[in-house]
Antibody, heavy 116, light 108 residues
């Protein structure tokens, strides 16, 4: 069974950093693009970033370019999102999702709150 | 980027009725690369439709998608109580991937 489990969320001050992790199981991570999607409280879904199977290509939404870095370790079956210079508007539930097109499989999400 | 506009924002219907949800794109969606998701409180989104009209595995046939270019529709025939939720469209024909703002389907 495919499972995606996010971790690493929490409360952080504006300007701070956080690293999210997504543990994948039930499939071979190295054969799929992976994505991060977020949802601010009471708001809609927003695609954040995606990464090619081997990590050679990465794409970001404009609002996080230069601040967030997506990466992966296929040997550890893990996806990551390093978030620096966090802002209040980055407060959201962050989901990892399999694929770069549509997403059949999603994690349960991890909440990131940016507040002083 | 491709902006997706969903209408209506809220749709109030009764169980057994037919729901028609619209998703308009600011420019043509390449290869009809459009998906629909259902979201319920506290749960991750559930893929319903991909490639504009293909049902995802396990999705009941009362859900159907149609459209191409800039106009897409999700139709739910004979609403069941569990269908009342928020629905999002998403395009993956170009980067950045974008979602619509959602349509809330509520019980009348």
């Amino acid at each position: 069974e495919v499972q995606l489990v996010e971790s690493g969320g929490g409360l952080v001050q504006p300007g701070g950093s956080l690293r999210l992790s997504c543990a994948a199981s039930g499939f071979t991570l190295s054969t799929y693009w992976m994505s991060w999607v977020r949802q601010a409280p009471g708001k809609g879904l927003e695609w954040v970033a995606n990464i090619k199977e081997d990590g050679s290509e990465k794409y970001y939404v404009d609002s996080v370019k230069g601040r967030f870095t997506i990466s992966r370790d296929n040997a550890k079956n893990s996806l990551y999102l390093q978030m620096n210079s966090l802002r209040a508007e980055d407060t959201a539930v962050y989901y990892c999702a399999r694929g770069s097109h549509y997403h059949l499989w999603w994690g349960q999400g991890t909440l990131v709150t940016v507040s002083s | 980027e491709v902006v997706l506009t969903q209408s209506p924002a809220t749709l109030s219907l009764s169980p057994g009725e037919r729901a028609t949800l619209s998703c308009g794109a600011s420019q043509s969606v390449s290869s009809s690369y459009l998906a629909w998701y259902q979201e319920k409180p506290g749960l991750a989104p559930r893929l319903l439709i991909y490639d504009a009209s293909s049902r995802a595995t396990g999705i009941p046939d009362r859900f159907s998608g149609s459209g191409s270019g800039t106009d897409f529709t999700l139709t739910i025939t004979r609403l069941e109580p569990e269908d009342f939720a928020v629905y999002y469209c998403q395009q993956y024909g170009s980067s950045p991937r974008t979602f619509g703002q959602g349509t809330k389907l509520e019980i009348k």
